[in-house]
Protein backbone atom coordinates (compact mmCIF):
# COMPACT_ATOMS: atom_id res chain seq x y z
CA UNK A 1 0.00 0.00 0.00
CA UNK A 2 1.27 3.51 -0.54
CA UNK A 3 0.15 5.74 2.27
CA UNK A 4 0.90 9.03 1.04
CA UNK A 5 1.70 10.99 -2.05
CA UNK A 6 4.05 14.55 -1.17
CA UNK A 7 3.00 17.45 -3.47
CA UNK A 8 5.21 20.24 -3.71
CA UNK A 9 6.88 22.91 -5.77
CA UNK A 10 10.60 22.72 -7.31
CA UNK A 11 12.52 25.64 -5.46
CA UNK A 12 11.13 25.82 -2.39
CA UNK A 13 13.85 24.02 -0.52
CA UNK A 14 14.53 21.29 -2.39
CA UNK A 15 16.82 19.66 0.50
CA UNK A 16 14.57 20.60 3.16
CA UNK A 17 11.49 18.79 1.23
CA UNK A 18 13.31 15.12 0.77
CA UNK A 19 14.33 15.46 4.88
CA UNK A 20 10.87 16.14 5.33
CA UNK A 21 9.55 13.45 3.16
CA UNK A 22 12.21 10.81 4.68
CA UNK A 23 11.21 11.65 8.71
CA UNK A 24 7.68 11.54 7.70
CA UNK A 25 8.40 8.26 6.06
CA UNK A 26 10.20 6.47 8.65
CA UNK A 27 7.48 7.42 11.04
CA UNK A 28 4.38 5.86 8.91
CA UNK A 29 6.96 2.96 8.35
CA UNK A 30 6.85 2.52 12.49
CA UNK A 31 2.69 3.43 12.78
CA UNK A 32 2.41 0.54 10.32
CA UNK A 33 4.73 -1.88 11.79
CA UNK A 34 6.58 -2.30 8.94
CA UNK A 35 10.45 -2.72 7.85
CA UNK A 36 12.95 0.28 7.04
CA UNK A 37 12.81 0.35 3.41
CA UNK A 38 9.61 -0.22 2.69
CA UNK A 39 7.97 2.28 0.09
CA UNK A 40 5.39 4.14 1.81
CA UNK A 41 5.35 7.36 0.08
CA UNK A 42 5.79 9.26 -3.58
CA UNK A 43 8.29 12.25 -3.65
CA UNK A 44 9.01 13.18 -7.26
CA UNK A 45 12.33 14.76 -6.67
CA UNK A 46 12.33 16.45 -10.01
CA UNK A 47 8.74 17.53 -9.55
CA UNK A 48 6.80 18.90 -12.71
CA UNK A 49 7.29 22.00 -14.77
CA UNK A 50 4.40 23.64 -16.94
CA UNK A 51 4.30 21.50 -19.88
CA UNK A 52 6.25 18.92 -18.87
CA UNK A 53 4.66 14.99 -18.61
CA UNK A 54 3.70 13.04 -16.02
CA UNK A 55 5.82 10.00 -15.66
CA UNK A 56 4.12 6.81 -15.33
CA UNK A 57 5.08 6.17 -11.69
CA UNK A 58 3.65 9.53 -10.59
CA UNK A 59 0.52 8.48 -12.05
CA UNK A 60 0.17 4.84 -10.47
CA UNK A 61 1.36 6.80 -7.18
CA UNK A 62 -1.25 9.78 -7.59
CA UNK A 63 -4.07 7.21 -8.44
CA UNK A 64 -3.63 4.89 -5.73
CA UNK A 65 -2.32 6.65 -2.47
CA UNK A 66 -4.28 6.79 0.16
CA UNK A 67 -3.11 10.71 1.42
CA UNK A 68 -2.50 13.97 -0.11
CA UNK A 69 0.08 15.95 1.47
CA UNK A 70 0.84 19.38 0.14
CA UNK A 71 3.25 21.53 1.12
CA UNK A 72 1.42 25.04 0.05
CA UNK A 73 3.99 28.29 -0.61
CA UNK A 74 2.96 30.58 -2.93
CA UNK A 75 5.26 29.19 -5.66
CA UNK A 76 3.25 25.96 -4.53
CA UNK A 77 -0.04 27.92 -5.41
CA UNK A 78 1.11 29.27 -8.79
CA UNK A 79 1.77 26.04 -10.40
CA UNK A 80 -0.39 23.82 -12.41
CA UNK A 81 1.23 21.05 -12.19
CA UNK A 82 0.67 21.18 -8.03
CA UNK A 83 -2.37 22.12 -8.66
CA UNK A 84 -3.39 19.67 -11.22
CA UNK A 85 -2.05 16.91 -8.66
CA UNK A 86 -4.36 18.29 -6.18
CA UNK A 87 -7.43 18.09 -8.57
CA UNK A 88 -6.89 14.53 -9.03
CA UNK A 89 -6.81 13.72 -5.48
CA UNK A 90 -9.50 15.61 -4.39
CA UNK A 91 -11.90 13.59 -7.48
CA UNK A 92 -10.88 10.72 -5.80
CA UNK A 93 -12.10 12.00 -2.66
CA UNK A 94 -15.28 13.25 -3.63
CA UNK A 95 -16.16 9.87 -5.53
CA UNK A 96 -15.52 8.52 -1.87
CA UNK A 97 -17.78 10.68 0.00
CA UNK A 98 -20.22 10.04 -2.72
CA UNK A 99 -20.01 6.23 -2.44
CA UNK A 100 -19.55 5.84 1.55
CA UNK A 101 -21.51 9.37 2.72
CA UNK A 102 -17.94 9.83 4.80
CA UNK A 103 -15.12 12.35 4.30
CA UNK A 104 -11.75 11.08 5.04
CA UNK A 105 -8.98 13.22 6.48
CA UNK A 106 -6.67 12.54 3.46
CA UNK A 107 -5.92 15.66 2.21
CA UNK A 108 -3.86 17.60 4.15
CA UNK A 109 -2.47 21.21 3.08
CA UNK A 110 0.51 21.94 5.22
CA UNK A 111 2.06 25.64 5.89
CA UNK A 112 5.46 25.11 4.46
CA UNK A 113 6.24 29.34 3.24
CA UNK A 114 2.25 30.64 4.50
CA UNK A 115 1.42 32.61 1.19
CA UNK A 116 -0.14 35.87 1.34
CA UNK A 117 -3.83 34.21 0.36
CA UNK A 118 -5.00 31.04 0.13
CA UNK A 119 -7.36 29.42 -2.45
CA UNK A 120 -10.84 28.57 -0.36
CA UNK A 121 -10.31 24.78 -1.20
CA UNK A 122 -6.77 25.09 0.64
CA UNK A 123 -8.16 27.62 3.52
CA UNK A 124 -10.73 24.79 4.50
CA UNK A 125 -8.81 22.19 4.85
CA UNK A 126 -5.19 23.21 6.35
CA UNK A 127 -3.95 21.04 8.74
CA UNK A 128 -3.90 21.81 12.42
CA UNK A 129 -1.90 20.28 15.28
CA UNK A 130 -2.08 21.63 19.03
CA UNK A 131 1.22 21.13 19.54
CA UNK A 132 2.71 23.41 16.78
CA UNK A 133 4.14 26.38 17.90
CA UNK A 134 2.87 30.26 16.90
CA UNK A 135 5.84 30.33 14.54
CA UNK A 136 4.18 27.79 12.07
CA UNK A 137 1.63 29.81 11.25
CA UNK A 138 3.67 32.80 10.50
CA UNK A 139 6.75 31.57 8.97
CA UNK A 140 5.59 27.99 7.82
CA UNK A 141 7.45 24.32 8.40
CA UNK A 142 10.20 25.25 6.63
CA UNK A 143 11.95 27.83 8.81
CA UNK A 144 10.11 25.41 11.72
CA UNK A 145 13.01 22.25 10.74
CA UNK A 146 15.20 25.44 10.37
CA UNK A 147 15.92 26.62 14.12
CA UNK A 148 16.88 24.26 16.67
CA UNK A 149 14.27 25.55 19.20
CA UNK A 150 11.59 24.39 17.11
CA UNK A 151 13.05 20.78 16.86
CA UNK A 152 10.69 18.64 19.35
CA UNK A 153 7.30 20.41 17.85
CA UNK A 154 8.58 19.65 14.44
CA UNK A 155 9.28 15.90 15.30
CA UNK A 156 6.02 15.97 17.47
CA UNK A 157 4.13 17.09 13.71
CA UNK A 158 5.74 14.15 12.30
CA UNK A 159 4.20 11.77 14.63
CA UNK A 160 0.83 12.89 14.50
CA UNK A 161 0.82 12.87 11.19
CA UNK A 162 2.26 9.71 10.50
CA UNK A 163 -0.16 8.39 12.92
CA UNK A 164 -3.16 9.98 11.36
CA UNK A 165 -2.36 8.81 7.76
CA UNK A 166 -1.71 5.48 9.01
CA UNK A 167 -5.40 5.67 10.95
CA UNK A 168 -6.94 7.05 7.51
CA UNK A 169 -5.70 4.68 5.20
CA UNK A 170 -6.74 1.21 7.66
CA UNK A 171 -10.49 3.25 7.87
CA UNK A 172 -10.65 4.46 4.41
CA UNK A 173 -10.26 2.78 1.66
CA UNK A 174 -9.83 6.15 -1.12
CA UNK A 175 -10.54 4.42 -4.39
CA UNK A 176 -8.35 4.67 -7.32
CA UNK A 177 -8.13 7.05 -10.26
CA UNK A 178 -10.42 6.07 -13.09
CA UNK A 179 -8.25 4.65 -15.70
CA UNK A 180 -10.08 6.59 -18.39
CA UNK A 181 -8.73 9.96 -16.56
CA UNK A 182 -6.80 11.98 -18.61
CA UNK A 183 -4.12 13.27 -16.93
CA UNK A 184 -2.20 15.76 -19.17
CA UNK A 185 -5.53 17.42 -19.53
CA UNK A 186 -7.00 17.90 -15.93
CA UNK A 187 -7.30 21.49 -15.24
CA UNK A 188 -5.56 22.54 -11.82
CA UNK A 189 -7.37 23.28 -8.88
CA UNK A 190 -5.86 26.51 -8.37
CA UNK A 191 -6.24 27.92 -11.91
CA UNK A 192 -10.10 27.29 -12.51
CA UNK A 193 -12.63 29.92 -12.32
CA UNK A 194 -14.54 28.62 -9.71
CA UNK A 195 -11.57 28.64 -7.49
CA UNK A 196 -11.46 32.00 -5.40
CA UNK A 197 -8.46 33.29 -3.06
CA UNK A 198 -8.90 34.05 0.39
CA UNK A 199 -7.61 37.39 0.69
CA UNK A 200 -6.93 40.03 3.07
CA UNK A 201 -9.41 42.71 2.26
CA UNK A 202 -7.83 45.94 0.75
CA UNK A 203 -7.40 48.54 3.36
CA UNK A 204 -7.25 52.70 2.25
CA UNK A 205 -3.61 53.69 2.77
CA UNK A 206 -1.85 50.17 2.25
CA UNK A 207 0.92 50.39 0.46
CA UNK A 208 1.62 49.18 -2.97
CA UNK A 209 5.12 50.88 -3.49
CA UNK A 210 8.45 49.16 -3.13
CA UNK A 211 11.31 50.70 -3.11
CA UNK A 212 14.72 47.60 -3.88
CA UNK A 213 17.84 49.07 -2.07
CA UNK A 214 21.10 47.03 -3.72
CA UNK A 215 23.55 46.54 -1.11
CA UNK A 216 26.13 45.26 -3.19
CA UNK A 217 29.50 46.44 -4.50
CA UNK A 218 30.24 47.74 -8.03
CA UNK A 219 32.48 45.88 -10.00
CA UNK A 220 35.49 48.40 -9.49
CA UNK A 221 34.95 48.02 -5.47
CA UNK A 222 35.81 44.08 -5.41
CA UNK A 223 39.46 45.19 -4.59
CA UNK A 224 38.33 47.58 -1.46
CA UNK A 225 38.72 47.07 1.91
CA UNK A 226 38.55 43.10 3.42
CA UNK A 227 37.87 41.99 -0.16
CA UNK A 228 41.70 42.95 -1.64
CA UNK A 229 42.20 39.59 0.13
CA UNK A 230 39.79 37.66 -1.85
CA UNK A 231 40.04 36.95 -6.01
CA UNK A 232 35.90 37.24 -6.08
CA UNK A 233 34.20 36.26 -9.40
CA UNK A 234 33.76 39.64 -11.15
CA UNK A 235 30.38 37.85 -13.36
CA UNK A 236 27.95 38.35 -10.83
CA UNK A 237 28.57 42.42 -10.93
CA UNK A 238 28.32 45.16 -12.99
CA UNK A 239 29.40 49.18 -13.27
CA UNK A 240 27.21 50.08 -10.54
CA UNK A 241 25.40 48.42 -7.54
CA UNK A 242 22.18 47.91 -8.69
CA UNK A 243 23.61 45.69 -11.89
CA UNK A 244 24.57 42.86 -9.41
CA UNK A 245 23.31 39.69 -10.43
CA UNK A 246 23.99 36.78 -8.21
CA UNK A 247 22.10 33.78 -9.79
CA UNK A 248 24.17 33.88 -12.92
CA UNK A 249 24.24 32.08 -15.18
CA UNK A 250 20.67 30.81 -14.29
CA UNK A 251 19.67 34.00 -14.09
CA UNK A 252 21.50 36.13 -15.60
CA UNK A 253 19.41 38.99 -15.45
CA UNK A 254 20.32 41.66 -12.08
CA UNK A 255 18.54 40.71 -9.22
CA UNK A 256 16.92 44.27 -8.56
CA UNK A 257 15.43 43.80 -12.25
CA UNK A 258 14.07 40.33 -11.67
CA UNK A 259 12.99 41.29 -8.40
CA UNK A 260 10.46 44.41 -9.85
CA UNK A 261 8.64 41.73 -12.13
CA UNK A 262 8.12 39.88 -8.85
CA UNK A 263 6.56 42.91 -7.50
CA UNK A 264 4.50 43.78 -10.82
CA UNK A 265 3.03 40.41 -10.87
CA UNK A 266 1.92 41.25 -7.04
CA UNK A 267 0.50 44.77 -8.37
CA UNK A 268 3.25 46.22 -6.63
CA UNK A 269 5.03 50.10 -8.38
CA UNK A 270 8.61 49.91 -7.82
CA UNK A 271 11.70 51.35 -8.28
CA UNK A 272 15.36 50.95 -7.73
CA UNK A 273 18.38 52.55 -5.63
CA UNK A 274 22.01 52.19 -4.20
CA UNK A 275 22.60 52.66 -0.65
CA UNK A 276 23.58 56.27 -0.81
CA UNK A 277 21.53 57.94 1.77
CA UNK A 278 20.33 55.10 3.04
CA UNK A 279 19.30 56.00 6.07
CA UNK A 280 16.97 59.07 4.86
CA UNK A 281 15.34 56.60 2.32
CA UNK A 282 14.21 54.46 5.39
CA UNK A 283 12.77 57.91 6.84
CA UNK A 284 10.82 59.09 3.66
CA UNK A 285 9.30 55.38 3.08
CA UNK A 286 8.43 54.75 6.65
CA UNK A 287 6.56 58.82 6.52
CA UNK A 288 5.17 57.83 3.02
CA UNK A 289 4.24 54.60 3.88
CA UNK A 290 6.45 52.95 1.49
CA UNK A 291 8.23 49.41 1.59
CA UNK A 292 11.82 49.18 1.57
CA UNK A 293 13.63 46.07 0.26
CA UNK A 294 17.33 46.02 1.07
CA UNK A 295 19.07 43.38 -1.61
CA UNK A 296 22.11 42.10 0.12
CA UNK A 297 24.84 40.93 -1.25
CA UNK A 298 26.71 39.15 1.63
CA UNK A 299 30.14 40.02 0.14
CA UNK A 300 29.50 44.08 0.74
CA UNK A 301 29.44 43.53 4.57
CA UNK A 302 33.02 43.23 4.19
CA UNK A 303 33.26 46.73 2.82
CA UNK A 304 33.32 49.62 5.23
CA UNK A 305 31.31 51.92 3.30
CA UNK A 306 28.25 49.08 2.84
CA UNK A 307 28.93 47.95 6.78
CA UNK A 308 28.13 51.92 7.64
CA UNK A 309 25.18 51.77 5.78
CA UNK A 310 23.71 48.49 6.28
CA UNK A 311 24.39 49.00 10.28
CA UNK A 312 22.49 52.43 10.17
CA UNK A 313 19.79 50.47 9.09
CA UNK A 314 19.74 48.53 11.75
CA UNK A 315 20.18 51.19 14.11
CA UNK A 316 16.62 52.21 12.93
CA UNK A 317 14.94 49.08 13.61
CA UNK A 318 16.63 48.59 17.16
CA UNK A 319 13.45 50.21 18.96
CA UNK A 320 11.12 48.58 16.36
CA UNK A 321 9.19 45.79 17.94
CA UNK A 322 7.86 44.43 14.14
CA UNK A 323 10.87 46.13 11.87
CA UNK A 324 8.93 47.46 8.44
CA UNK A 325 12.51 47.45 6.25
CA UNK A 326 12.71 44.09 4.90
CA UNK A 327 16.28 42.25 4.43
CA UNK A 328 17.26 39.08 1.93
CA UNK A 329 20.16 38.00 1.27
CA UNK A 330 20.67 35.75 -2.31
CA UNK A 331 23.43 33.24 -2.47
CA UNK A 332 23.88 31.46 -5.13
CA UNK A 333 24.12 27.43 -4.13
CA UNK A 334 26.60 27.18 -7.28
CA UNK A 335 29.19 30.31 -6.13
CA UNK A 336 31.99 28.23 -4.86
CA UNK A 337 33.49 31.12 -3.55
CA UNK A 338 30.85 32.00 -1.31
CA UNK A 339 30.53 28.09 -0.59
CA UNK A 340 34.16 28.28 0.98
CA UNK A 341 33.50 31.61 3.04
CA UNK A 342 30.36 30.80 4.27
CA UNK A 343 31.31 30.77 7.31
CA UNK A 344 33.03 34.11 7.45
CA UNK A 345 30.41 35.63 5.40
CA UNK A 346 27.47 34.72 7.56
CA UNK A 347 29.39 36.14 11.05
CA UNK A 348 29.92 39.45 9.20
CA UNK A 349 25.94 39.25 8.28
CA UNK A 350 25.33 38.69 11.75
CA UNK A 351 27.52 40.50 13.16
CA UNK A 352 25.85 44.08 11.39
CA UNK A 353 22.02 42.36 12.10
CA UNK A 354 22.27 40.60 15.08
CA UNK A 355 19.27 41.61 16.53
CA UNK A 356 17.51 40.48 13.59
CA UNK A 357 19.22 36.91 13.10
CA UNK A 358 19.37 36.16 16.86
CA UNK A 359 15.74 35.48 16.57
CA UNK A 360 15.96 33.43 13.10
CA UNK A 361 11.63 34.34 12.98
CA UNK A 362 11.85 37.52 11.67
CA UNK A 363 9.57 36.63 8.28
CA UNK A 364 11.04 40.05 7.30
CA UNK A 365 14.27 38.95 7.08
CA UNK A 366 15.26 36.49 4.79
CA UNK A 367 19.06 34.90 4.42
CA UNK A 368 21.05 32.12 1.98
CA UNK A 369 18.48 32.59 -0.22
CA UNK A 370 20.05 29.48 -2.55
CA UNK A 371 17.80 30.04 -5.61
CA UNK A 372 16.12 32.71 -7.91
CA UNK A 373 12.79 30.43 -7.65
CA UNK A 374 13.31 30.24 -3.40
CA UNK A 375 13.68 34.16 -4.07
CA UNK A 376 10.91 34.52 -5.90
CA UNK A 377 8.62 32.73 -3.41
CA UNK A 378 10.17 34.51 -0.39
CA UNK A 379 9.71 37.60 -1.57
CA UNK A 380 6.12 36.78 -2.42
CA UNK A 381 5.68 36.25 1.07
CA UNK A 382 7.84 39.38 2.23
CA UNK A 383 6.25 41.99 0.17
CA UNK A 384 2.81 41.37 2.03
CA UNK A 385 4.10 41.22 4.85
CA UNK A 386 5.72 44.28 4.59
CA UNK A 387 2.20 45.63 3.59
CA UNK A 388 0.38 44.42 6.98
CA UNK A 389 3.19 45.61 9.08
CA UNK A 390 3.07 49.28 7.19
CA UNK A 391 -0.76 49.07 7.40
CA UNK A 392 -0.52 48.07 10.97
CA UNK A 393 1.40 50.56 12.02
CA UNK A 394 2.54 53.32 9.63
CA UNK A 395 1.99 56.59 9.58
CA UNK A 396 -1.28 58.17 9.27
CA UNK A 397 -2.27 61.28 7.20
CA UNK A 398 -5.99 62.36 8.11
CA UNK A 399 -7.31 65.55 6.00
CA UNK A 400 -10.68 67.14 6.68
CA UNK A 401 -13.29 67.11 3.93
CA UNK A 402 -14.91 69.85 2.70
CA UNK A 403 -13.95 73.80 2.56
CA UNK A 404 -11.62 74.61 4.62
CA UNK A 405 -12.70 77.36 6.96
CA UNK A 406 -11.24 79.25 9.64
CA UNK A 407 -11.14 78.13 13.54
CA UNK A 408 -13.74 80.26 15.39
CA UNK A 409 -12.62 82.31 18.31
CA UNK A 410 -14.84 82.82 21.04
CA UNK A 411 -15.23 86.33 22.70
CA UNK A 412 -16.47 87.38 25.29
CA UNK A 413 -19.70 89.84 26.30
Not at 240 to 268: G, H, K, Q
Not at 312 to 332: G, H, K, S
Request: charged share 20%.
Amino acid sequence: MLYFFLSYARGDDDLSVQKFFHDLSAEVRAHAGLASGEEVGFFDVHSLEVGASWSPRLVDALSQCQSFIALVSPRYLLSEPCGREWAVFSDRIRRYEREVGVTPSALLPLLWLPPPQLPSAVASLQYHNDTLPEAYARTGLRQLMRLQRNQDSYYDLIVELARQIVQTADAHQVPHAAMDVDFEGIPSAFHSAETSPVKVPSQPGQSRHVQFVVAAPARGELTYDDLATVERDIRYYGATSVEWAPYRPTLAVPIADFARTVAERRSFRSDVADTAGLAQKIGEARRSNQIIVLLVDVWSTMLREYRQALAECNQLDENVEEPVTAIMVPLNHDDQQAQVHRRQLTDSLRAIFFRRTVHGDDVMFRSSILTHQAFDADLQVVLEAARNRVFSSGTVHNRPTGQTVNRPILQGP
